[in-house]
């Protein structure tokens, strides 16, 4: 298959091979249950270190482990690989702080809507500082899939014939049976992956609401995984709603409880986002000096996550915000 086309850029993490993945996730996965739960600081000091391959679950700016990103930028990881599947504000402050060496792109970079662009991912590329290689969304979520099926590829037809292919890391294959020619996506294996959810127990049965996005294919797929969770719930109220538990225990590596965990981006049902301050980030990132000024504020000036929330305006602000994602009360934004 050598002569079969393939794609020019560089893949940022080899898929594992079949034999190999299962057997890493059946010597280093624990299939007891036992409690979990520890702070944000704890989890990351212990499963996040500099040049890990990172994914993050959810989309855009709805339901992002915003709690577990300060964390990671207060602890000043670097030369962190991500998956930019669907990565806004979280992956934006990850390399606003100077965490971030590689970014595998599918729909990264932006703030839809919003009248002003950010300028950190800009800065970096032209700097030399950032490397990226393009994927589209749908190869991310099969790429996470064949590592959840324990597979080292995924064939599809996305991509082929397309630039996004030509600066990608996929090859192509022909299918033994009809001959046809497909896109052979890796799989995709983060070192570790953060994801936020409404609620989970202390072993790590985690419920998403709504739309779950790639969600249930990353948390299979990730080596180890963060779960940061607006509530822990006890055992009983999961196994009440078991359909609703899209991520096993036996996934989940430390279980972070965080109320308001996704602020400044929305959690569905809960709470708005906080337009005031994703502005305020926005306008800070158009300069490197005031770009830093606002990390130093909102991260290296605060002691955790808490403290962040009592600067933005405590529990007065969340209300408000809850009253806007209920429809008791209307945003004063145009977007």
Not at 150 to 169: E, H, I, N, R, Y
Request: overall charge negative; aromatic content about 12%.
């Amino acid at each position: 298959m050598s002569d079969m086309p393939q794609g020019d850029m560089e893949l940022f993490v080899e898929p594992m091979r079949c034999d190999e993945a299962r057997a890493w996730f059946r010597e280093k996965k624990s299939r007891k249950q036992y409690d979990k739960r520890m702070s944000a600081k704890e989890a990351v000091e212990k499963f996040v270190s500099d040049g890990d391959y990172c994914g993050i679950g959810a989309f855009g700016h709805i339901r992002v482990p915003m709690a577990i990103i300060f964390e990671i930028v207060r602890q000043k990881k670097r030369d962190l690989r991500i998956a930019g599947h669907t990565a806004c504000h979280d992956l934006d402050f990850l390399m606003a702080g100077g965490c971030v060496s590689h970014v595998d792109v599918a729909y990264s970079f932006g703030h839809e809507l919003r009248p002003i662009r950010t300028k950190v991912g800009d800065r970096l590329v032209k700097a030399g500082k950032l490397k990226t290689t393009e994927w589209s969304n749908s190869a991310f979520s099969w790429r996470y899939k064949a590592a959840a099926l324990g597979l080292s590829f995924f064939p599809a037809k996305v991509m082929l014939g397309t630039d996004t292919f030509k600066f990608s890391g996929a090859r192509t294959v022909k299918c033994p049976f009809t001959g046809e020619i497909y896109c052979a996506l890796p799989a995709l294996y983060p070192d570790v992956a953060f994801i936020h959810v409404p609620r989970a127990d202390k072993f790590g049965n985690c419920q998403i609401d709504g739309i779950t996005i790639a969600d249930k294919d990353l948390a299979r797929a990730a080596k180890r995984l963060i779960i940061s969770a607006e509530e822990i719930v006890d055992n009983d109220l999961i196994r009440e709603n078991p359909h609703l538990t899209i991520i096993p225990y036996f996934c989940v590596d430390a279980v972070v409880e965080q109320k308001y965990g996704s602020h400044p981006c929305e959690m569905p049902d809960r709470y708005w986002f906080d337009e005031e301050l994703i502005a305020e980030y926005l306008k800070a990132t158009q300069d490197e000096k005031t770009t830093q000024e606002y990390i130093d504020k909102y991260v290296y000036a605060t002691k955790d996550f808490d403290e962040y929330l009592e600067l933005i305006g405590g529990e007065e602000k969340m209300k408000y915000l809850e009253r806007i994602e209920r429809f008791e009360e209307k945003t004063p934004y145009p977007w």
